[in-house]
């Protein structure tokens, strides 16, 4: 483990490549496609992983190597991958690790290009999944077959912020042999380290939280050295990596995560309380509101509740349509995560290939809104949500 005995917002700000000649005081930015060798020894070398060192940007480059090693202390994790979008990471850890005729065990309640991923393209190489739902943890166990290699969640889910017990599930896997997975980023390593509840490996969407200011796409899968390798070597040869310049502003975005991620959470549970008492409203999800079915849980898992607020108007899809319509300062977009509001409909836009069955079962109904609170001043937020729901 990539640990220390500094403090996350220490250690978010003070991981650093080493200084250059030039002593700068902030890291600079490594655009090169390839790195040169001393002599014809060095280069075998090099190639034969006899030494650690930059080869080619798709393999390794000192920008993505600073964000690893962050998120690996962040995270609590031996070692990871950077890739150039959260769907890239999900992609390629899930293949690298896969064979045909392979099993995975999913929650319901997942992203939903993840969901197509399973449901659409892996079964083209004959691996299967079988679901479980967000709050029937119970039927995990029963799911378990011996092709199954590996468990896969979200936690807190998109877009109904669901919380599945993350210590259960480690234990599951452990005691079947499989590989838990988990996709960390609505939470942000800030607020919830898997790897403490048993997670073999930990996936971000570095594109929401990590980033932080809807610039940039990219994603990270952190974990154990031996299924890292795993990951690093398929994803050396298939080519989804980080490019450096994302990779410096995401170290760069890291250093004031913390300070973001708390604003994020306490605007985001004031607006869930104000929603909660509103005659306009069906109905209110956020983890740490009293009244979300895992209250408990998120309080045991997670420092805050996190950036999303999941609700839906009285009087259904037309009364959603005209909320949309009306939002003024917020925007209409499908990034959460971002300094920026946004408002969304899952159900037409992230979700939309599901299956209205697909999405009812997992609770995504046609009014559902899903908020990304950012970072404006609250009474503005909310401001906005109320004039449009008038
Ligand atoms: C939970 C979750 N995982 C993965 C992704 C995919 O990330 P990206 O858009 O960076 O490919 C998203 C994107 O919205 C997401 O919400």
Request: proline fraction near 3%; hydrophobic fraction near 40%; charged fraction near 25%.
């Amino acid at each position: 483990m990539r640990k220390s005995s500094k403090q996350f917002e220490t250690e978010a700000i003070r991981t650093q490549m080493e200084r250059t000649q030039f002593l700068e005081h902030s890291s600079p930015m490594y655009l090169t496609s390839s790195f040169v060798f001393e002599d014809a020894e060095d280069m075998r070398a090099s190639f034969a992983e006899e030494k650690d060192r930059n080869i080619y940007s798709r393999y390794s480059n000192p920008n993505s190597s600073e964000f690893i090693d962050k998120v690996c202390k962040m995270e609590g994790a031996e070692n990871g991958f950077a890739f150039a979008s959260g769907m890239a990471a999900v992609y390629s850890t899930l293949a690298a690790l896969l064979e045909s005729g392979d099993h995975v065990v999913s929650c319901k309640s997942i992203f939903g290009s993840t969901h197509t991923l399973f449901t659409q393209f892996f079964p083209k190489w004959n691996i299967t999944t079988s679901y479980f739902g967000a709050n029937d943890l119970d039927a995990v166990e029963g799911l378990i077959t011996p092709k199954t290699k590996i468990i896969y969640v979200e936690s807190p889910t998109n877009p109904g912020v669901d919380v599945l017990d993350l210590e259960r599930l480690g234990n599951i896997a452990k005691k079947h042999g499989v590989i838990f997975i988990i996709d960390n980023c609505f939470a942000s390593p800030y607020l919830q380290q898997p790897i403490k509840f048993g997670a073999d490996l930990v996936i971000h969407s570095g594109t929401k939280l990590m980033d932080g200011q809807g610039r940039v796409l990219a994603g990270i899968t952190v974990g154990s050295n031996e299924l890292v390798d795993k990951v690093y070597r398929f994803s050396r040869i298939t080519g989804p990596a980080l490019s450096p310049f994302n990779a410096w502003v995401l170290s760069k975005s890291l250093e004031t995560l913390a300070l973001r991620v708390d604003r994020h959470c306490s605007n985001a549970l004031e607006l869930a309380t104000y929603l909660e008492g509103h005659d306009k409203i069906e109905w209110v999800k956020y983890p740490f509101l009293k009244s979300h079915p895992q209250h408990e849980l998120a309080k045991k898992q997670m420092k805050a509740g996190g950036c999303v607020v999941a609700f839906e108007v009285k009087g259904g899809l037309e009364a959603g349509r005209k909320f949309f319509d009306n939002i003024e300062l917020l925007s209409l977009s499908a990034n959460l995560g971002d300094a920026r509001s946004i408002v969304t409909h899952p159900a037409s836009t992230t979700h939309s290939k599901l299956s209205k069955e697909d999405r009812e079962s997992v609770g995504i109904t046609d009014g559902m809104v899903r908020v990304s609170v950012g970072l404006e001043h609250i009474k503005d937020i909310i401001a906005d949500i109320e004039q449009a729901l008038e």
